[in-house]
Structure formats: structure tokens, C-alpha cells
């Protein structure tokens, strides 16, 4: 079974720059997670979605932050403009609906200088 | 809010000694708490998990025992190996409301030859 699959692994861009990120969950897994995690620290929920509806986006930075899952598949994360302090591991998470085990993409590792 | 406390790291240990790595919570009710791995370079993989008090979540010589009296979730292992050096992450997901991990700061395990 493949498992979360997200690209591209690593970004370097320029502050006020546009960045977006993309995530394929694990085929069946009706549920997506885009966490962020900080250097040393653990990941924080940005969005979740059940199916193509975002069911928490509570902690998403909506100013400049934005996503999307328009077929209840894959999803794309999107950042404009970016700023240094954006610099972070973006997550992608999936899992079956209401399950409680979640199944986590390599990363993307953005740098913004 | 939930909350997950975890030791502070780096932990250094020689091949073949005894780990254990603490992990506190707050949460009302009833969570799910599980641990997480993450190899250098990689995304983060569930190690183990337990989903009632006194269950005993158990995988790779790993093991962690919820106990609800004392709100932690320990991990240990008997005898660990240079392979084993990564960053371990204590988490939960309530019992009710937000289907979100709760992620403690992490904690990195060195094992040397």
C-alpha cells in the first residue's frame, strides 16, 4: 500500500514570495490533516478535511494561508505572501474517517530567506 | 486546552541500555494516546498507541502502558540499538470533540556503539 505522498520535499524561496505544497493521501483515507512543525518542536494542526469539506481550519493563519481538497482526494496547502517565519515542516496526515490513527507524508521542509 | 508533556532531550544512551522516555498529559476524560517516531529525514511513523486506561501499546521491543492515575504514558525499552536514534513524540487525540493529534516538543534519542 502507498503510503502519504507529498512534493516537493524541499522549497527555498524569497519572503513575499508564493509557495504551495502538495499532499496524496493513502487511497480510501476519506480524512486529511495538514500539521506544521517548527524546528524542535511537534506538529500543530493547520486544516483538517472529511472528504472535500475543511472541518477545522480554526488555527489556519487565513491571511495569507489557504488550501484546498476539491475532489476529496488530494489536497494543496498555498502560502501568500510568505514570510520568514514561515520557515517549518509542512505535514500531510491522512486517515480513515473517525479513526484515530493517523498516517503521516515525509514533509515538505520550507526555507524562506 | 489538552496538553502533552514530554522530557527534555537529547537522551544518550549506549547500545544495549535500558530506555525510557517520560510523557505526561492534561486532557478531560478519556484520550487516546500514542507515540510517534521520526528518523532523521523523514516523516513522522506511529510506534505504538493505546486507547483505554491500563492498555499496554507494545511494538518493535517498545512498549508504553496508559495509566490514567497518574496521566502518563511512558515509553520504555529493554535494550536499545544505534538504529534506534531518532526523535520520539508522546500524542493524543481526545476522546471527544477535535479529531486533531495533541503533540509534546519531542525527544531525541542518541545511541552510541
Known amino acids: 500500500e502507498a503510503g502519504v505522498v507529498q512534493s516537493p520535499r524541499y522549497k527555498i524561496i524569497e519572503k513575499k514570495q508564493p509557495v504551495a505544497f502538495w499532499c496524496n493521501p493513502i487511497s480510501g483515507h476519506n480524512t486529511l490533516y495538514w500539521y506544521l512543525q517548527n524546528l524542535g518542536q511537534g506538529p500543530e494542526l493547520l486544516i483538517r478535511y472529511e472528504n472535500e469539506e475543511a472541518v477545522d481550519d480554526s488555527q489556519l493563519p487565513k491571511d495569507r494561508f489557504s488550501a484546498e481538497r476539491l475532489k476529496g482526494v488530494d489536497s494543496t496547502l498555498k502560502i501568500q505572501p510568505a514570510e520568514l517565519g514561515d520557515s517549518a515542516v509542512y505535514l500531510c496526515a491522512s486517515s480513515y474517517e473517525g479513526g484515530n490513527e493517523q498516517f503521516f507524508g515525509p514533509g515538505t521542509r520550507l526555507t524562506v530567506l | 486546552g489538552d496538553s502533552v508533556t514530554q522530557m527534555e532531550g537529547p537522551v544518550t544512551l549506549s547500545e544495549e541500555a535500558f530506555l525510557t522516555i517520560n510523557c505526561t498529559y492534561t486532557a478531560t476524560g478519556y484520550p487516546s494516546l500514542f507515540w510517534y517516531v521520526q528518523y532523521p529525514g523523514e516523516g513522522l511513523q506511529l510506534l505504538l498507541k493505546?486507547?483505554?486506561?491500563?492498555d499496554k501499546g507494545s511494538n518493535k521491543g517498545f512498549e508504553a502502558t496508559y495509566r490514567k492515575e497518574t496521566t502518563s504514558f511512558h515509553l520504555e525499552k529493554g535494550s536499545v540499538q544505534v538504529s534506534d536514534s531518532a526523535v520520539y513524540f508522546c500524542?493524543?487525540?481526545?476522546?471527544?470533540?477535535?479529531?486533531?493529534?495533541?503533540f509534546g516538543s519531542g525527544t531525541r534519542l542518541q545511541v552510541q556503539p
Open positions: 493505546a486507547t483505554k486506561a491500563d
Open positions: 500524542a493524543l487525540i481526545p476522546y471527544t470533540g477535535r479529531r486533531a493529534l495533541t
